[in-house]
């Protein structure tokens, strides 16, 4: 198999202690991960092959990157549970720094652990920042042409890259609207989010609307408060409409 070339691949040595299990068995253990950019959007851990608890056993697969040269595919095996091909390790790679590592699969795995608190979706990425800033700012949101929340008491949620995000106090949103929804997403910032789809007439809106219950220690000021997709709702702040900002979530 061969990967889409994702463009500069970049690494750099971590100080923080990496654990790794599955099955409730050690994986790995390491006090100098890197932390290697395969994409522009996050980074991923690659770890040390030396410190790794977990047997790697060979599926016999491979998958090539323009960047990063062959992959050679493996099992993890610890204690007799098995995560299949959850396991690269490029030995003859163009990048030397990335010959001695092993890159475990996030999401194969069940926990990870930066030091002694667990981490969720990926590794933080050290250039990207969150900032949650109480405002007396009049946010409007509305729905072709109806407004659905109306608020003087937002939190306004600064992120690396992505469009300002306005949390609302529940008690200044339309609750008459929201529909409970099925979808659920997670952050590695802010933890679990749960959505609500939107009902106005006989028209659904689709997961507009999510909510952090018990957000991560580090977002905890948005606790509690709805937000809704800037890219697909008409929100207006002061009295001024803004644009749809262009996202990932357009």
């Given at each position: 198999?061969?990967?889409?070339?994702?463009?500069?691949?970049?690494?750099?040595?971590?100080?923080?202690?990496?654990?790794?299990?599955?099955g409730g068995h050690l994986v790995?253990?390491?006090?100098?991960?890197?932390?290697?950019?395969?994409?522009?959007?996050?980074?991923?851990?690659?770890?040390?092959?030396?410190?790794?608890?977990?047997?790697?056993?060979?599926?016999?697969?491979?998958?090539?990157?323009?960047?990063?040269?062959?992959?050679?595919?493996?099992?993890?095996?610890?204690?007799?549970?098995?995560?299949?091909?959850?396991?690269?390790?490029?030995?003859?790679?163009?990048?030397?720094?990335?010959?001695?590592?092993?890159?475990?699969?996030?999401?194969?795995?069940?926990?990870?652990?930066?030091?002694?608190?667990?981490?969720?979706?990926h590794p933080r990425d050290p250039?990207?920042?969150?900032?949650?800033?109480?405002?007396?700012?009049?946010?409007?949101?509305?729905?072709?042409?109806?407004?659905?929340?109306?608020?003087?008491?937002?939190?306004?949620?600064?992120?690396?890259?992505?469009?300002?995000?306005?949390?609302?106090?529940l008690t200044d949103v339309r609750?008459?609207?929201?529909?409970?929804?099925?979808?659920?997403?997670?952050?590695?910032?802010?933890?679990?989010?749960?959505?609500?789809?939107?009902?106005?007439?006989?028209?659904?809106?689709?997961?507009?609307?999510?909510?952090?219950?018990?957000?991560?220690?580090?977002?905890?000021?948005?606790?509690?408060?709805?937000?809704?997709?800037?890219?697909?709702?008409?929100?207006?702040?002061?009295?001024?409409?803004?644009?749809?900002?262009?996202?990932?979530?357009?």
């Open positions: 198999m061969t990967e889409p070339k994702t463009g500069q691949v970049r690494v750099e040595p971590c100080a923080k202690r990496v654990r790794v299990y599955l790995a253990d390491s006090s100098s991960p890197r932390l290697v950019w395969e994409h522009p959007y996050y980074p991923t851990y690659y770890l040390p092959a030396a410190d790794l608890r977990a047997k790697l056993e060979p599926t016999g697969a491979s998958r090539t990157s323009a960047e990063r040269g062959e992959g050679l595919e493996f099992d993890v095996v610890a204690d007799g549970t098995v995560a299949a091909g959850a396991a690269v390790r490029y030995p003859d790679s163009p990048i030397e720094e990335l010959r001695d590592l092993v890159r475990l699969k996030f999401d194969a795995m069940d926990e990870w652990f930066e030091e002694d608190e667990p981490i969720y979706v250039y990207s920042r969150v900032d949650i800033l109480g405002s007396s700012r009049h946010i409007r949101v509305e729905i072709d042409g109806q407004t659905v929340a109306d608020s003087h008491a937002p939190r306004i949620l600064f992120e690396t890259g992505l469009p300002a995000r306005y949390y609302l106090p609750l008459d609207l929201l529909r409970p929804s099925d979808t659920t997403s997670q952050c590695p910032y802010k933890g679990t989010a749960e959505y609500w789809n939107i009902r106005i007439g006989e028209n659904d809106y689709p997961d507009l609307v999510w909510i952090y219950r018990t957000p991560l220690p580090e977002s905890q000021k948005i606790a509690g408060m709805a937000c809704f997709y800037n890219e697909k709702v008409d929100i207006w702040v002061d009295g001024e409409l803004q644009a749809r900002p262009q996202s990932p979530f357009s």
